[in-house]
């Protein structure tokens, strides 16, 4: 979800005010996914390196993140969204994982949309601690090196509760990953879009998900379509 900052510039107005319009977006896709029967939606909301922002930006983030969580109970509950986390959330304020995990356990129950907010989070960061805990395993006995497959791995990332992504879609006209779920996009598409976020509404979704409609998707293997005889 980029460019809050960078449209709140051309409206003339702080960053800060960006952010608080890019929760109506937040809204718009997740309830837009709730009827449109998409499972999972995975929201990549503060990585490990905005912690290096100015403070006052990351402050007014962190109390807009516990405003939010409190204010969208009622929807997430409407809409029949769970809300989860994932990333180094303990360097949340204390305050801030408080209200989340209030928002995690009243929402538990829902089961329309699975709603996962990646904050405090980066792949690389991720992927290091599934590589110590691995570690560790075999350190104690209890793994064999030689038993550690693709679907361990998985198991030991912070997305083992989910299916690996089959849509990417970044906005703001940058192309690149940022971070993001490294491991898991390995097969997924990607959607690059010059709509700033607080811009993303419904029809952007649906263009979104138009495009990814009608990619070809082979996972390495070969279209049956495009299979023949001709000796060619």
């Known amino acids: 979800m980029d460019g809050n900052g960078r449209w709140a510039k ?8 960006g952010h ?10 997740a309830e837009t996914c709730a009827n449109l029967g998409i499972p999972y939606l995975t929201l990549y909301a ?10 006052f930006e990351v402050n007014a983030l962190m109390e807009l993140l516990v405003h939010t969580i409190k204010k969208e109970i009622a929807t997430l509950h409407k809409n029949q969204i769970r809300l989860q986390a994932i990333g ?12 989340l995990n ?13 709603l996962t907010l990646a904050l405090s989070y980066s792949s690389r960061w991720e992927i290091t601690q599934m590589v110590k805990n691995i570690s560790h395993l075999v350190q104690q006995g209890k793994l064999n090196p ?14 083992n509760q989910l299916p690996d992504p089959e849509l990417l879609i970044r906005t703001s006209g940058e192309q690149r990953i940022s971070n993001f779920l490294l491991w898991q996009i390995a097969y997924s ?5 010059d709509i700033f976020w607080p811009q993303f509404d419904q029809e952007q979704l649906y263009k979104a998900i138009y495009h990814f409609q009608q990619r070809d998707r082979r996972f390495g293997k070969i279209n049956p379509d495009d299979t023949h005889t001709s000796g060619q």
């Open 10 to 17: 051309q409206q003339g107005k702080n960053r800060i005010f």
């Open 20 to 29: 608080h319009k890019g929760v109506d977006a937040v809204r718009t896709t």
């Open 46 to 55: 503060f990585s490990t390196e905005n912690w290096g922002r100015p403070s």
């Open 88 to 99: 180094n959330l303990q360097m949340l304020p204390p305050k801030c994982l408080r209200e």
């Open 102 to 114: 209030v928002g995690i356990e009243q929402t538990k129950n829902n089961q329309r949309l699975t």
């Open 146 to 159: 030689d038993d550690i497959t693709e679907q361990v791995i998985t198991q030991h990332l912070c997305t």
């Open 189 to 193: 598409e990607l959607y690059f879009t």
